[in-house]
């Protein structure tokens, strides 16, 4: 293994992570025609509905009892980077919020001091599949800004930046740039209080997509102490400075120089980088705080306040009455990409 690479790790369901990030999963579902009220058209039975992980015919409920999704659930301090790649999320939330999002845009949602919200899955299309694919970030927040207000912002697909690169032999490397400058390239920021709205933090969220035989450098990263991780997640075998890995693989590597990436079948890489926050780590199912006490305290903030509320008419709402990709913000503002 070359000096280049640190560290390489398998990707199950969920990718391991490294503060300052807690958690990413990547979910791929080919989900077939919808029905009438944007679920599956196709029946149900045998799947383990309200907590169905098993990826029965290559699709998944998760906790969706009619539409898949994940119902409502509270969160409290860190943060959730949802980049859809194809299909459709429907997003509502304690403040009131709305969104229909996807196909290359990304929602980033500041939890802070607790915020309850659902993500569901409509398949829309009662003709032909509807294939839905996303990563789901969680990063956390340092222990000033676990309690901030909670904060919802988009990132249209429209306004994210991307990289194209044409090697020497006319072979592309693509890197979509969600979070943290790429050759001179910035996306649009994060929340105010994200760790990655600090520059000292380093923080980079970048997808890469080699075509097969591309070369790319990838340069090094501007901060000390950085922390960088490239997950091969589709396509075939990485190069990383020579040394290859293998599909399914998350590699931590060097972040302070230049590294030469090339895939001779081609492959797609997230990469996640940014200096650790160094502060300790309580976490227990959708809180994460820094002491067991403040999780305690999360518990019980929620049993009483239910973090605002939940205004919605079902558990798992679907936007049945939206035409297309919108987001509605607390105060009424709509937006449209």
């Not at 904060?151 to 044409?166: G, N, Q, V």
């Not at 032999?169 to 943290?180: C, H, K, N, S, Y």
């Amino acid at each position: 293994m070359a000096d280049t690479i640190i560290q390489t790790m398998p990707l199950g369901f969920q990718w391991p992570t490294i503060d300052p990030f807690l958690f990413c999963v990547h979910h791929d579902d080919a989900y077939p025609a919808g029905n009438d009220v944007a679920g599956p058209g196709v029946p149900l039975a045998g799947r383990d509905l309200g907590q169905d992980f098993e990826g029965l015919d290559g699709w998944r409920m998760y906790h969706g009892k009619e539409v898949p999704g994940f119902p409502n659930h509270p969160h409290r301090g860190f943060e959730t980077v949802t980049y859809v790649r194809e299909g459709l999320i429907d997003h509502s939330d304690s403040l009131g919020a709305a969104a229909r999002f996807g196909r290359g845009d990304v929602q980033w949602l500041t939890a802070g001091e607790g915020i309850v919200h659902s993500e569901m899955f409509p398949l829309l299309d009662q003709e032909r599949p509807n294939p839905l694919e996303l990563f789901q970030i969680w990063l956390n927040l340092p222990a000033e800004d676990k309690l901030v207000e909670p904060h919802f912002a988009m990132l249209w697909d429209s306004a994210i930046p991307r990289l194209r690169h044409t090697d020497d032999d006319g072979r592309v490397t693509e890197v979509t740039v969600i979070a943290g400058e790429l050759d001179g390239l910035t996306p649009p920021p994060p929340p105010p209080h994200s760790w990655a709205s600090r520059a000292d933090a380093d923080v980079a969220i970048w997808h890469l997509r080699l075509e097969p035989g591309a070369r790319w450098t990838l340069p090094a990263a501007q901060g000390e102490g950085t922390v960088r991780t490239l997950y091969v997640f589709a396509g075939e075998t990485l190069a990383i400075d020579g040394t290859e890995v293998g599909h399914n693989t998350g590699s931590v590597v060097r972040a302070d120089v230049d590294i030469a990436l090339e895939s001779p079948g081609g492959a797609e890489v997230l990469l996640l980088q940014g200096r650790p926050i160094g502060e300790p780590v309580a976490r227990y199912g959708p809180f994460v705080m820094n002491e067991e006490a403040e999780i305690e305290q999360a518990f019980a903030d929620y049993r009483e306040t239910q973090f605002g509320g939940w205004p919605w008419p079902s558990a798992e709402p679907v936007h049945t009455g939206a035409t297309g990709r919108f987001a509605r913000r607390p105060d009424g503002t709509v937006e449209e990409p």
